[in-house]
């Protein structure tokens, strides 16, 4: 006793089945664009715009598409840039800090000397 498949048999009419159409679509890439836009009284409340692209990777970058490259929430190289920034940042300030802290200091020491002479 044979089951059936539960996938359809290629056509013989030259059908294409999933496997072809997704292969087409990411090679050539497919764009669905939409706005909503809800007004009232001629007064825009609301805008949503939606774009999608399905295509390969290797597609996307041909058209200049490539933001997941830069986000470091998808790459570990972006991620480390994010690091790096941030460190070279946190490092500007204490060096920041440490000059106004070191400026303080010595403001305070010269008071400090300057009430002793005055009540010796």
Do not use: F, H, Q, Y
């Amino acid at each position: 006793m044979t089951t059936a498949s539960r996938l359809p048999e290629p056509r013989g009419d030259g059908g294409a089945n999933l496997a072809d159409i997704l292969e087409r679509v990411l090679d050539k890439g497919i764009v669905i664009a939409g706005d909503i836009r809800i007004n009232l009284l001629d007064i825009e409340l609301l805008t949503i715009k939606l774009r999608l692209i399905v295509a390969s990777v290797d597609k996307a970058k041909e058209m200049g598409i490539d933001w997941w490259e830069d986000d470091p929430a998808l790459s570990s190289g972006a991620r480390r840039k994010e690091l790096a920034r941030e460190n070279a940042e946190l490092k500007e300030r204490l060096a920041t800090l440490g000059e106004l802290t070191e400026g303080r200091t010595e403001e305070r020491a010269e008071e400090w000397n300057e009430d002793r002479r005055g009540s010796a």
